[in-house]
């Protein structure tokens, strides 16, 4: 038994180990594409044969008509902002709404959620982008911003998931001393749900922040500072322009994750705060 045991362990560490190479592979090539010293992309050797910092220089302190990288890097870092703000919001308070307090048609608009959840979002953009059009918010930073957020508010469950866990006679203690719905859902329910809002903060920002496809049929003026960080690194890989900017895109690839990494930390502490402040005290 020790013996299959050990041959099992073997093989399942040894089949992860694989796995593991073959994700960090890509990675660990952008990372040092990105250092490389010749501009293009170099298919017959892994490591470059010389390193430099010019694709960074040149990615934030020298932009042309192709490579505007800190105007995609504004727009984006602009809508996913917006966008995080208000989608937190609409799903903090739809989700107080659906496991806090009892209305009529409250199971019918939670079943009616979940069937529209149900819907690829990628058949609906068509559709989407014509409104916009037609009351002119395409080409539009505050157009990109509603689209995201709209239907934010109906991905609720797993926030109301985390508030069906606060006992309810925390929120009844608080209406017997005359607090309002407002009050308890600021005071009270919101306190205690700091690491699912941590955790609905992060979401909302991850999705604007690495769209590609709606941004793409969006934002088409062919306006170059009008892009995101998306658009403006793929149209880096044109057939004609990618021999002189690979390298770059690599480092605007590799500059792009940084805000990301420092949400992380920022809320890292936001969550271990909320863990340990959320226990239900006698």
Not at 59 to 86: E, G, H, R
Not at 121 to 130: K, S, T
Not at 147 to 158: D, K, M, N, Q, T
């Amino acid at each position: 038994m020790k013996v299959k045991k050990t041959i099992s362990m073997i093989g399942t560490h040894l089949l992860l180990t694989i796995l593991a190479v073959i994700w960090l592979v890509p990675i660990l090539w952008l990372v040092v594409t990105a250092f490389s010293a010749h501009p293009g992309i170099n298919t017959w050797r892994f490591f470059p044969e010389s390193y430099s910092l010019n694709n960074f220089y040149r990615v934030l302190f020298k932009p042309d008509s192709v490579l505007q990288y800190m105007a995609w890097f504004k727009n984006t870092l602009i809508i996913a902002i917006f966008t995080c703000i208000v989608s937190t919001i609409f799903v903090v308070m739809v989700s107080y709404a659906m496991s806090c307090m009892r209305f009529n048609g409250r199971k019918g608009l939670m079943s009616f959620s979940l069937i529209l959840n149900m819907f690829p979002g990628p058949l609906l953009m068509v559709a989407v982008y014509f409104v916009m059009k037609m009351i002119g918010l395409t080409n539009s930073h505050v157009g990109m911003i509603i689209v995201y957020s709209a239907g934010s508010g109906l991905g609720f469950l797993i926030v109301k998931g985390f508030m069906d866990t606060i006992p309810t006679s925390l929120r009844e203690a608080a209406k017997i001393e005359g607090a309002s719905e407002a009050a308890i859902f600021t005071k009270v329910v919101i306190p205690l749900c700091k690491p699912i809002i941590v955790y609905q903060i992060i979401s909302s920002f991850l999705i604007p922040w690495g769209d590609f496809v709606l941004a793409k049929l969006m934002l088409n003026s062919g306006i170059s500072s009008d892009f995101t960080v998306a658009i403006g690194l793929y149209n880096m890989l044109d057939k004609g322009l990618i021999d002189k900017n690979f390298s770059a895109f690599c480092a605007g690839g590799l500059l792009v994750s940084v805000p990301i990494a420092i949400l992380f930390v920022i809320m890292q502490k936001c969550y271990v705060a909320g863990v340990t402040s959320g226990a239900v005290k006698g």
